[in-house]
């Protein structure tokens, strides 16, 4: 399990009131969404890769879909490496969801036509991250977070 201190990184979001709905501000897609538990554990995540890692905004999408295996599918959050390979592939839960063998499923179902090196799935309280061997079809488990390729 990785260790990171999301209490630290939740001051700097921002929030405001829209259609009467408590939202957050998401960086990436420059507009606010309604700020579930969902919402604030992926978006406490994105201040943690964009001013803990410095992973660069611009190479991150967030709540995109894609086809897997002829359905549509939205991944949570997705890093670019310096290029357009994917480089990091995140699913976020809410904090009362357990990380069980079901939600590593799910994110290696998104992952089948993307091949990240990288699997990243969190609640805010458990955050598990793997590099994937594709090779011998195979991971491992990391203690920390990837650094951003140069």
Known sequence: MIDIDFEAYFPKLKFAKRGGKNCVLDPVRRQY?????EELVRQVLLQYFTEGLH????????????TVNGLKRRFDILVYGPGTSPFLLVECKAPDVKIT?????QIAAYNL???????????G??????????????FRFLGALPAYPK
């Open 33 to 37: 969404v309604v700020a579930d538990k």
């Open 55 to 66: 992973y660069p905004k611009a190479k991150m999408a967030v709540e995109k879909t894609i």
């Open 101 to 105: 063998e079901a939600v590593f499923r």
């Open 113 to 123: 036509p993307l091949r990240v090196p990288y699997l990243l799935v969190t609640n």
């Open 125 to 138: 309280v458990a955050t598990y991250c793997c590099e994937m061997d594709y090779e011998r079809e195979d």
